[in-house]
């Protein structure tokens, strides 16, 4: 296939270093792929998108991609994604993070970005360990599971991604695998046209780490056990909740509408404005600043 045959090459920036970094059999460039195509199918001009990422292998991420991107510090990409989309409110902001880099020193600003509803895009690549740093038990890592610091089994309960990001606020959740690599695509689609915080879920288990721990078998295996362990909304809701427990549950599992942060902070400004030129005074309403 002839390079401009192809949409991947238009959007990546082929001087870095190929292959990428991630192991063979990796779920993250698949993620990378389904970014891709959901960025190409709405259109988005290079320049209006800007790719933020913290520390981890999915942080690798940005540097292959051709977009604004900023490669931050571990956890901190949603508070960094937060100043750029204040700065620049018509940028499209997309944020990859890992488990651990979202959830576990990125926990604070990630239930604070969706309480705010600031308008970004959350792609949370779930493989249930720290992978980068030598297979360390993650906020995700489920019960019983071992870890390079959980040799005996993991005691701790994880952290549901989905329910957690719906409690703290956020207007659109939705989980796929990297198995499902064009549902995935369709779901990240949906989830950067939504205005306001949204979060996907991409299941993605490392074999490096997580498989070669747990005795799960090659890459290729732990793939068919995303494909045999995971099941449409549509299907979960004929199982009972014992057995949906079991299952990873794949499509959009919320939506709702709200006004995001940026539209209330605009406001803000305008009441501040009218303020100092004597207009009006800011006044408290039960709807609101008045």
Request: proline letters at 3%; a neutral charge; one cysteine or more.
């Given at each position: 296939m002839?390079?401009?045959?192809?949409?991947?090459?238009?959007?990546?920036?082929?001087t870095k270093k190929f292959p990428n970094i991630w192991c063979a059999g990796c779920g993250?460039?698949?993620?990378?792929?389904?970014?891709?195509?959901?960025?190409?199918?709405?259109?988005?001009?290079?320049?209006?998108?800007?790719?933020?990422?913290?520390?981890?292998?999915?942080?690798?991420?940005?540097?292959?991609?051709?977009?604004?991107?900023m490669h931050t510090t571990h956890g901190r990409a949603l508070a960094f994604a937060t100043g750029l989309k204040l700065a620049q409110p018509n940028l499209k902001v997309?944020?990859?993070?890992?488990?651990?880099?979202?959830?576990?020193i990125g926990g604070n600003h990630f239930i604070h970005a969706a309480r705010r509803n600031?308008?970004?895009?959350?792609?949370?690549?779930n493989n249930l360990i720290y992978g980068?740093?030598?297979?360390?038990?993650?906020?995700?890592?489920?019960?019983?599971?071992?870890?390079?610091t959980a040799p005996y089994g993991h005691v701790e309960p994880p952290f549901p991604i989905c329910e957690l990001s719906i409690a703290a606020?956020?207007?659109?959740?939705?989980?796929?695998?990297?198995?499902h690599a064009v549902e995935l695509d369709r779901l990240i689609e949906?989830?950067?046209?939504?205005?306001?915080f949204s979060v996907v879920e991409a299941v993605s288990y490392c074999h490096t780490t997580y498989g070669r721990l747990n005795r799960m078998g090659s890459s290729v295996e732990m793939m068919r056990m995303l494909k045999e362990n995971s099941i449409s909304l549509a299907a979960?809701?004929?199982?009972?909740p014992e057995e949906r427990a079991t299952k990873i549950i794949r499509g959009v599992l919320h939506e709702v509408e709200k006004p995001d942060y940026l539209t209330l902070y605009q406001k803000v400004i305008e009441h501040a404005k009218a303020a100092v030129d004597g207009k009006e005074f800011l006044r408290a309403g039960p709807g609101g600043l008045e």
């Open positions: 002839a390079k401009d045959d192809h949409t991947a090459y238009a959007y990546l920036r082929t993250i460039g698949i993620v990378m792929g389904a970014l891709i195509r959901a960025i190409d199918r709405i259109g988005l001009d290079k320049d209006e998108v800007a790719v933020v990422s913290g520390i981890g292998c999915s942080g690798r991420m940005p540097v292959y991609l051709d977009f604004n991107t997309i944020v990859v993070m890992g488990d651990g880099d979202a959830l576990a600031i308008d970004l895009t959350a792609i949370i690549i980068m740093t030598g297979g360390q038990y993650s906020p995700t890592t489920p019960l019983d599971m071992r870890a390079s606020g956020a207007t659109f959740v939705a989980r796929s695998t990297v198995y949906k989830a950067i046209r939504k205005v306001g979960a809701e004929n199982l009972k």
